[in-house]
């Protein structure tokens, strides 16, 4: 599964980010909104 992670801090984005890769997720993240709406479709966004 493809996720995104929109997260304006980024130390806890990246801590987000690693538990998920170590779940075997596909991870990006973006730090606002609208930077995170140039990204492919997602089936699972979370928001912080």
Known sequence: MKILIIEDEVELQETIKK?????KYTVETASDFNSANCFDPYKTRVIF
């Open 19 to 23: 538990s998920l890769l170590k779940e």
